[in-house]
């Protein structure tokens, strides 16, 4: 079935610093990459859509200069946390769909810490 | 109001029983329906989608879909421990909405 590698699954960072978040897709090509975020306790809310070669399209409330999104190639999309803070402490997963495919694979999240 | 509508539990049921997962979503364009199982800590995974009115099973797992009444379900028969986890409806309209979730706990 379809994969989605994401890493890192774990990171801490200090206040004021950036964070890569990087999503592979392993087998399949990923026309439409979605990132999501998750507080504690929280179901996940829909932070981006990103479509490959285009410019991300952002929820409301999501600071598209603070969460930079970038989908190169069909197998790759990443998102930077700018000048991270404690409240960006979160889990951040990914979302692909594949051409033709139905229902989304999720990556494996990355737990962000912020300190 | 929200898109998608999930009671959020506690639901507690023993090992062997049937555990009866509910979602109401308010679009009636929605089109495809999925239910997503979540581990503590742990990244959604897919369990099952259904598109059409009706019972569709895999497994121990029944999805069934009522589109006049709004309402997705998910029934798991011979309910086991290693099904305790949170259940995630999921509704696509012009993009994918998630309710809050189910916790559900299987007591052995």
């Known amino acids: 079935g379809a994969v989605v590698s994401q890493h890192p699954s774990r990171v801490i960072c200090k206040s004021g610093t950036s964070v890569k978040i990087e999503c592979r897709s392993l087998?399949?090509?990923?026309?439409?990459m979605f990132w999501y975020r998750q507080f504690p306790k929280q179901s996940l809310m829909l932070m981006a859509t990103s479509n490959e070669g285009s410019k991300a399209t952002y929820e409301q409330g999501v600071e598209k200069d603070k969460f930079l999104i970038n989908h190169a190639s069909l197998t790759l999309s990443t998102l930077t946390v700018t000048s991270a803070h404690p409240e960006d402490s979160s889990f951040y997963i990914c979302?692909?769909?594949?051409?033709?495919?139905?229902?989304?694979?999720f990556g494996s999240g990355t737990r962000l810490t912020v300190v | 109001q929200k898109e998608v509508e999930q009671n959020s539990g506690p639901l507690s049921v023993p090992e062997g029983a049937i555990a009866s997962l509910n979602c109401t979503y308010s679009?009636?364009?929605?089109?495809?329906f999925f239910w997503y199982r979540q581990y503590s800590g742990k990244s959604p995974e897919l369990i099952m989608f259904i598109y059409s009115n009706g019972d569709k099973e895999d497994g121990r797992f029944t999805a069934q879909l009522n589109k006049a009444s709004q309402y997705v379900s998910l029934l798991i028969r011979d309910s086991q421990p290693s099904d305790s986890a949170t259940y995630l409806c999921?509704?696509?309209?012009?993009?994918?909405?998630f309710g809050t979730g189910t916790s559900l706990t299987v007591i052995p």
């Open positions: 679009d009636r364009g929605s089109q495809s």
């Open positions: 979302s692909a769909k594949g051409q033709g495919s139905y229902g989304y694979t």
């Open positions: 087998d399949f090509q990923a026309t439409t």
């Open positions: 999921a509704v696509t309209v012009n993009q994918f909405y």
